[in-house]
């Protein structure tokens, strides 16, 4: 075995296809859950949707001559599923393809390697109208349009991601009723917890045998949940919280296992020969990673439990998540300890802190330059620990749209004026650009 902190490493930043390009009416494009979530009265902070967004759609080249004055060799975006496929399924959509054809040439052009999430969140409305993650017909939904995706753009893309957090969706999406398509059922939940594992691992094996040449992953959101009081009731919900969030899509991936204390619930949707195909050989692992959480029992809560705010006297970002680089070590530690882990990619982490622009063109953000000099620091020290580590992308490239809170939590590490679209590099834009030449 090489010393992983020898081997080649990335950096790289990412974004997410609703979060940025906007043009939801153009090319032929279909609605998504999250068209018609933002667009139900009182769903979104002001009432915003991602209609627009950074009008990355129309803005793609200077976007990518952005990422490549940035000096990253690698950039995470995501293909939006009813561009591509307007009706879920059935033929590619012609001027949806002629889209992310160019901007893969353009990243090509820039000497980028494209990186591409096939799913983050935004399923076609069409296939939600048929029951969407919590209807078992959405593993080979999803792995026909991975296939089809995967033959338009496996000529130039090698780098592909399955998944982004299905945790996140799973929960929010279905248990909370915070995110698309706003469901907070507990059965919704946990048969969209199978489901998003088989379609995952239908998809692996799909996109393998297009092409031996690929490298397969996915992106799985691991952010350890710890009490937020001292009682037993929240000591054993922040316990459900890591086998839900965390153990029930580590598990089926890597070990073909559900944990024991969640099997009862999921047991009802799990077919013979399933967890065969949710344990599939990925070539590298996705951590979406942001701050550990904090968790107290509540009984009116679908699942039990809520995240609060951690303590008061503990450093956090303008989101109240909490600022700890040392658990962030630990946490790749404690994965590439109980899993037999492929390496491991960071595919997210950043921070929203309010900015704020300074005279015409200057966003001074000196909390988010300590936040990811921390979370940096705290990964290649793990690193250095023996833990696989080949790459780390940063959230965002962009200031976006942040889902349920729209446009105010600003992760980018560049500024987007949402009125002008005009983008002005923040101070950690060019921190980045100068630590990553310094970290070949
Ligand atoms: C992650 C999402 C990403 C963004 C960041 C802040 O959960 O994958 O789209 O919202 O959080």
């Avoid at 068209?35 to 002001?46: G, V, Y």
């Avoid at 967004?53 to 990253?72: M, P, Q, W």
């Avoid at 090698?158 to 248990?175: D, Q, R």
């Avoid at 048969?191 to 088989?198: G, Q, S, W, Y």
Wanted: aromatic share 12%; net charge negative; glycine share 8%.
């Amino acid at each position: 075995m090489p010393d992983p902190s020898s081997l080649p490493f990335l950096w790289g930043t990412a974004t997410a296809s609703y979060q940025i390009e906007g043009a939801v009416a153009e090319g032929g494009r279909t609605a998504s859950i999250w068209d018609t979530f933002a667009h139900t009265p009182h769903k979104i902070e002001r009432a915003e949707t991602g209609d627009v967004a950074c009008d990355h759609y129309h803005r793609y080249k200077e976007d990518v001559a952005l990422i490549r004055e940035l000096g990253v060799k690698a950039y995470r975006f995501s293909i939006s599923w009813n561009r591509i496929l307007p009706e879920g399924k059935g033929k590619p959509n012609p001027r949806g393809v002629d889209f992310y054809d160019r901007l893969i040439d353009a990243l090509s052009g820039a000497g980028i390697t494209p990186f591409v999430t096939l799913f983050h969140w935004d399923l076609p409305q069409t296939l939600q109208d048929r029951g969407g993650f919590t209807d078992r017909d959405i593993a080979g939904w999803f792995s026909e349009y991975a296939a089809r995706t995967a033959m338009l753009f496996g000529d130039r893309v090698k780098h592909w991601i399955m998944l982004n957090e299905p945790s996140v969706f799973a929960c929010l999406g279905h248990a909370m009723g915070v995110h698309a398509p706003g469901l907070a059922d507990p059965k919704a939940f946990f048969a969209t917890t199978h489901h998003l594992n088989l379609a995952q691992g239908m998809a692996v094996k799909g996109l393998r045998s297009i092409d031996g040449s690929f490298q397969l992953g996915t992106t799985l959101n691991v952010q350890l949940g710890v009490a937020a009081d001292d009682s037993e009731a929240s000591a054993l919900m922040a316990q459900k919280h890591n086998d839900l969030w965390n153990d029930s899509f580590l598990g089926p991936l890597l070990t073909g296992k559900y944990p024991d204390r969640v099997i009862s619930d999921i047991e009802p949707f799990i077919q013979p020969g399933d967890l065969e195909i949710t344990r599939q050989k990925i070539d590298f692992l996705g951590i979406n990673h942001y701050s550990r959480v904090h968790i107290k029992a509540n009984p009116k809560a679908t699942l039990g439990y809520e995240q609060v705010a951690p303590p008061a006297e503990l450093p956090r970002t303008s989101f109240e998540w909490e600022i700890n680089p040392a658990h962030f070590r630990d946490l790749l530690l404690s994965v590439h300890n109980r899993y037999l882990c492929p390496p491991i990619i960071i595919t997210e982490n950043g921070a929203y802190f309010e900015d704020t622009l300074s005279g015409e063109d200057k966003v001074h953000d000196a909390r988010r330059i300590e936040f990811l000099d921390g979370y940096i620091h705290a990964m290649l020290e793990a690193r250095e620990s023996g833990v696989d580590i080949r790459g780390y992308f940063i959230w965002s490239m962009l200031d976006n749209f942040e889902w349920a809170c729209g446009y105010r939590p600003t992760f980018g590490i560049v500024r987007v004026d949402f009125d002008t679209l005009k983008r002005t590099r923040k101070d950690s834009f060019y921190w980045f650009r100068d630590f990553i030449k310094d970290h070949p």
